[in-house]
């Protein structure tokens, strides 16, 4: 008998791959079947909509933030993700050299810094919640420089309830 998944991390490993694969000879069909010109009547929509998103993500990230809630992660990275997904489709899309030219400084110099911004925050959080989890399932009580909010930072640069030997240790 073969091997079958027995669990939804492995089911996950299975069916993400098979999507991801077959994406990639869908994409080289679309880009021979597709006409390079299409007209719509929806563009403002398609764009305010995702814009508006985008702005949501914003908010929900600092909401979250606020609260110190777990979802702060999940929030950036989509938030990130988004940055990067504008920042292709504007720069892709212009069809005159200026308008062009400006999609790629706004790329270049806002939306992909945030993006890296927000991966960082996505990344950090993560490891901050691993540790408090690995605390708490080994019965440690965490100390209290390790309670601080992960988004805080000292005067001195490092983060706050961190050591420069914080990784050290672990």
């Known amino acids: 008998m073969g091997w079958r998944p027995s669990s939804l991390r492995d089911w996950v490993v ?13 994409a080289l069909w679309l880009s021979e079947s597709l006409k390079p010109h299409h007209s719509t009547n929806d563009w403002d929509l398609a764009w305010s909509g995702f814009d508006t998103g985008l702005a949501l993500l914003f908010l929900s990230t600092a909401f979250a933030a606020y609260r110190r809630s777990p979802w702060v992660a999940a929030l950036a990275a989509a938030t990130g993700t988004l940055l990067v997904t504008d920042a292709w489709f ?3 899309l212009e069809s005159h050299s200026v308008e062009r030219r400006n ?14 911004f927000c991966f960082w925050i996505a990344h950090r959080t993560e490891r901050f919640l ?8 080994t019965g440690q009580r965490p ?3 390790d309670l601080v909010g992960v988004l805080e930072v000292t005067a ?6 961190e050591s420069s030997d914080a990784d050290a240790s672990a």
């Open 90 to 92: 504007d720069i892709v």
């Open 14 to 26: 299975i069916v993400y791959a098979l999507i991801g694969l077959g994406l990639l000879p869908w």
């Open 143 to 145: 100390a209290e420089r």
């Open 130 to 137: 691993a540790r408090a989890l690995h605390l708490a399932a």
């Open 103 to 116: 999609a790629i400084l706004l790329a270049a110099f806002a939306e992909l810094p945030t993006a890296a």
């Open 156 to 161: 001195d640069g490092e983060p706050a309830g």
